[in-house]
């Protein structure tokens, strides 16, 4: 039985009819109409585009700008289906370099609305003007020979009631239409937009010479000022643009603004890429925040794959994606690098050993190795220097912070900061002054991240050592987590960590990484249970690794509520400093929160006294 009864003679639909269809792909809402107008605006090299909207935009869209304009002869042609003076034939679809050309916006605009347009170019004396209703014109009339184009679009959707009916209030369809404008601005800084509604000014970005000043306009300082730049390159590829520190990380996904050659798109290769960049830094439950600007060669992308050319696909996606990923990387860990210099600029320590920063091109090789980049330096020896004999004594054989061993090669920091312990607040939180800094430390998440750096360094040089523990611990599992964490059992001993049956159906832990200390067993291994259902999931190794290294470092970090002696804060605190004062544990949670000497000024008063 058919779906629905339909005649069985085929026939053409009528030109109106096919208008409208048209219209119901480009022409979404209101928004859709000024997206469309505005690329065609920027097509025509404006420099100067406004956009009035009452209610809305369903009583009137007015788009004006100051470019080329449409010669008189043209301008009937314009609003004609397939007319468009950006392509010349197939070949030009390799290589788009225009914001439209697919020459329907303009004819299903006017299918489903009254439409004013006025227009001169430079060289007229006389403008034009033509006026249409649900797509049929009129003659062209004179008009003043102002250079440009201005379009009036009223009573949307006059001849489509369904469609006018589901368009949301007009509070709602404004805020859609001020992120078109906003997305239009921030792909080109040097135009100067503006929005009205209802006659009230919205938005005024006047010309700036930079992506970054733009961003400042629509973002503000609040944004900008918790953000960290990235820029990379390959080849026929760049990327530039802003994201969020991971301290600031929210959960909210907004903005997350991608441009393609100045076109605002989604693209979820691009997104992945970059929440696999930010990895272990982007606590639970928060997003990544960016605006990127990527670049590509025209043939290398398709930009005619969706209606409302909302999605590009790329040519060479795996190239991309590393792209993207090691930018962001790189990006994060230059942020924690230059805070490093920072501190380390108060002077060396006189109480720890002397060490030196790595020369920047052997951290050049070493930073793309290693999550967290912002690896100052990583330790030519294996062995970690304890300060002096009294201090490995105070601190005794059975501490959790007496890292005696560190995994993998190293290279040691050039002139760190003096690292003066005064406490602990709630056997929690470390007060401790790092160079000019006074920093709040969360004892167990700053460990946490030393530990796992430690282990990634292992994984990636295949060599993360076990250590037996004198009795091992059994722990009682269902059927399917045991065979689950035995299925498993090779790939977790070479991360260090050793389990073995135990009975039917209980598993016995038998060692852990070197350097963990007391593990509490059941924990982890109900942790690694959860990551470990994850795996067939995940697309690489890595992404593998991480969160079960996560665990271990976890587990293996010192607790909140253990008390510490004075000489153990300041190894754990120069353990976290030379690891690159990183500033969140590897399930992204904050480690530390620092007060520089500026802004305790700030907080006592003492700025601008004499």
């Given amino acids: 039985m058919p779906a629905a009864s339909c005649s069985p003679k085929i026939h053409v639909l009528p ?13 979404e809402r209101p928004a859709a109409v000024v997206k469309e107008l505005l690329e065609n605006s920027l097509d025509a090299g404006g420099l100067h585009i406004t956009v009035d909207v009452k209610d809305g935009g369903l009583t009137l869209i007015r788009v004006t700008d100051d470019g080329e304009g449409i010669s008189r002869t043209d301008l009937p042609m314009a609003f004609q289906r397939h007319a468009t003076s950006k392509l010349r034939s197939d070949q030009d679809l390799t290589s788009i370099t225009t914001m439209g050309f697919r020459g329907e916006a303009l004819p299903s605009i006017a299918s489903v609305s009254h439409v004013l347009v006025t227009t001169a170019t430079r060289q007229d004396q006389v403008g034009a003007q033509l006026a249409l209703v649900g797509g049929a014109g009129g003659a062209i009339a004179d008009a003043a020979a102002v250079p440009g184009t201005k ?3 009223s009573n949307l959707f006059f001849n489509q009631p369904a469609r006018k009916k589901f368009l949301k209030t007009t509070t709602t369809e404004f805020s859609h239409i001020s992120h078109v404008v906003q997305l239009a601005g921030l792909a080109w800084p040097s135009v100067h937009f503006r929005l009205t509604h209802n006659g009230q000014e919205i938005l005024n970005y006047p010309a700036v010479s930079s992506d970054r000043d733009r961003i400042l306009q629509v973002y503000r300082p609040a944004f900008l000022d918790r953000t960290v730049e990235i820029r990379g390159r390959a080849a026929g590829l760049s990327i530039r643009g802003v994201m969020v520190d991971p301290v600031h990380a929210r959960a909210s996904k907004i903005p997350q603004e991608l441009f393609v050659n100045r076109r605002p798109v989604r693209n979820a290769n691009v997104f992945h890429a970059v929440t696999e960049g930010y990895r272990s830094f982007l606590p639970k439950g928060a997003h990544p925040t960016f605006v990127l600007f990527l670049e590509s060669d025209p043939d290398r992308l398709d930009v005619n794959v969706h209606p409302t050319k909302k999605e590009v696909r790329f040519a060479e996606t795996e190239g991309l994606h590393q792209l993207v990923r090691q930018s962001v990387r790189h990006s994060l860990g230059e942020s924690e690098r ?7 600029s108060a002077g060396p320590s006189q109480s720890g050993p002397d060490v030196a920063f790595m020369a920047e091109p052997q951290a050049a090789l070493l930073r793309d190795a290693h999550p967290g980049e912002s690896i100052a330096g990583l330790r030519q020896d ?4 304890v300060p002096d004999a009294a201090l490995r004594s105070s601190m005794g054989e059975e501490s959790q912070l007496a890292f005696a061993q560190a995994a993998g090669a190293a290279s040691q920091l050039a002139g760190h900061p003096d690292i003066v312990p005064f406490g602990q607040i709630l056997r929690t939180y470390l007060v401790v ?8 430390i969360d004892q167990h998440t700053a460990h946490e991240r030393v530990l796992f750096q430690r282990l990634w360094r292992g994984w990636h040089s295949r060599a993360i050592p076990s250590q037996p523990l004198l009795i091992s611990e059994p722990i009682e599992l269902s059927v399917a987590q045991s065979a689950l964490l035995l299925k498993h059992r090779d790939d977790l001993e070479q991360l260090g960590l050793l389990i073995e049956p135990f009975g039917a159906t209980a598993v016995a832990v038998c060692g852990v990484p070197v350097g963990l200390g007391k593990v509490d067993a059941a924990g982890l291994v109900h942790d690694l249970l959860d990551d470990l259902t994850e795996w067939d999931s995940r697309s690489s190794l890595e992404m593998k690794v991480q969160p079960v290294l996560a665990s ?3 587990q293996g970090a010192v607790r ?22 990183i500033m969140t544990c590897p ?9 520089s000497t500026d802004e305790l000024a700030k907080l006592f008063g003492r700025v601008g006294w004499k």
């Fill in 338 to 344: 230059k805070a490093l210099r920072g501190l380390a």
């Fill in 433 to 440: 002054q790092v160079g000019e800094e006074l920093q709040v």
């Fill in 15 to 27: 030109d109106d009819v096919v208008s409208r269809i048209a219209a119901g792909e480009v022409v």
């Fill in 560 to 581: 909140a509520g253990r008390a510490l002696a004075l000489p153990e804060i300041q190894q754990l605190t120069q353990d976290w400093v030379e690891e690159g004062l």
């Fill in 382 to 385: 294996s062995q970690i220097n």
């Fill in 552 to 554: 271990l470092a976890c």
């Fill in 151 to 153: 379009i009036e679009v």
């Fill in 587 to 595: 399930h992204g949670r904050r480690t530390a929160f620092r007060l």
